[in-house]
């Protein structure tokens, strides 16, 4: 094995991915227009039907053009150089490693949202727009994305340069305080990313005091289920889609709903939909999410490890000094097929998950008000409502609407 032999093996991976990704997206896209299974005749009249599809065939070509570029740009990126140039630009001002691998994945970082930018702006401000989902302004989109660097900056490069300095230290031990790190960060982030990271972009109100409000704690307390944290959240002041979450476990745990879902949903569909989200939590989905994530994180660590002070791995992206940064870039590259696999038995799960989380609704509260409130936001957000299987099987954390209705029904 020489680099040359590694460069095209990469070079092969992104472009298989690719034209897989692609063909995935021609067969989902092939199915749009067909007929609508009886259990949905109900969900779309004529005209929302029409601006549904029109809705999914603007995606699919944006999808397509947007992708080819980044393909484009990623592969010309690989074969002029690109990440040799700016190792030389980081090492220029600095030659301690930990300060490179920040300046290298920086400039890395800040060139590549850039190069983004515009094709964010256009799906919000033109296609989101054009169907009516857009209610962000340019100010926050901008500050949203000052926001996001600034948060990336703090904590992935609190991070990296962590990882840097342990793998200086111990080098092949590195893993071993990395993957610590990173499960402490995670857990931290499961229990207080609602109080710490959601204000920073919305604003989240305790549910008032109402009749909604007994209908959720009557629920609650008939499952024996603690919940005094319930918050409103302003999703509103970007999309008219809606949603609701759990998140936290212990003294921290949560439920969040937009105000969009509350807009749009009846008391007895929000319960439902509440009722299903205690069932992930009572179902211990949180935590088996978290375990595996853990688990998940550890082995790559270790797969890293083993590799990562091979000097091949640098030599394969052009960057002629071998560095943990450099070699960190080559791994990722090499190793999406083994994630994109990791991804698909996590889909998996998530949708086995979530058949489990509507049971519980089912049998703890209802299945009707949960079947109608699904109907109602796909409606809303014109989802697509005859994916292709294959496709399903690769891209959906949730099962198709259709699926969760029959599982529901049964
Ligand atoms: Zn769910």
Do not use: C
Request: glycine share 6%.
């Amino acid at each position: 094995m020489n680099s040359d032999m590694l460069f095209y093996i990469i070079i092969g991976i992104i472009v298989v991915n690719f034209i897989k990704d692609k063909i995935l997206d021609a067969l989902n896209a092939k199915h749009f227009n067909d007929e609508i299974p009886e259990e949905l005749a109900d969900v779309f009249d004529k005209e929302a039907y029409d601006k549904a599809q029109a809705y999914k065939k603007t995606n699919y070509r944006f999808g397509v053009w947007s992708s080819l570029f980044s393909i484009l740009l990623t592969l010309g990126f690989l074969v002029f150089n690109g990440f040799e140039f700016v190792d030389n630009l980081a090492r220029s001002y600095s030659d301690n490693a930990i300060v490179i691998a920040l300046l290298f994945f920086g400039i890395i970082m800040i060139a590549s949202d850039i190069i983004s930018t515009p094709f964010a702006y256009y799906r919000t401000f033109v296609i989101e727009e054009k169907f009516g989902f857009n209610k962000t302004t340019k100010k926050t989109f901008v500050f949203d994305k000052l926001k996001g660097l600034i948060m990336m900056a703090i904590i992935g490069g609190g991070i990296l340069a962590l990882i840097v300095w342990f793998y200086n230290l111990t080098k092949s031990q590195f893993w071993l305080y990395a993957w610590v790190l990173v499960t402490a960060f995670t857990i931290f982030m499961n229990m207080f990313y609602a109080r710490l990271i959601v204000p920073l972009f919305n604003k989240q109100t305790p549910l008032e005091d109402g009749a909604l409000r007994d209908k959720i704690s009557e629920y609650a307390t008939s499952v024996g289920f603690s919940l005094k944290k319930i918050f409103v959240i302003d999703g509103s002041k970007r999309s008219t889609k809606a949603n609701a979450y759990f998140s936290g476990f212990g003294s921290e745990k949560r439920v969040t709903l937009f105000d969009t879902l509350v807009n749009d949903l009846e008391e007895d569909e929000i319960v439902s939909v509440l009722a299903h989200e205690v069932g992930h939590y009572k179902r211990h989905h949180i935590l088996y999410n978290l375990i595996a994530s853990i688990i998940l994180t550890g082995l790559t660590l270790y797969i890293l490890s083993i590799f990562i002070s091979n000097p091949l791995l640098s030599n394969a992206i052009g960057v002629e000094i071998p560095s943990f940064h450099a070699g960190l870039v080559a791994f990722g590259l090499l190793y999406s097929p083994i994630s994109e696999a990791t991804g698909l038995i996590m889909n998996y799960f998530s949708r086995k998950f979530e058949y489990e989380a509507d049971d519980y609704a089912k049998n703890t509260y209802k299945a009707e008000p949960l079947i109608s409130s699904l109907k109602k936001l796909s409606k809303n957000s014109l989802s697509n409502l005859t994916p292709h299987p294959a496709y399903v099987f690769m891209h959906y954390s949730h099962p198709t609407l259709l699926q969760r209705i029959q599982n529901m029904r049964k």
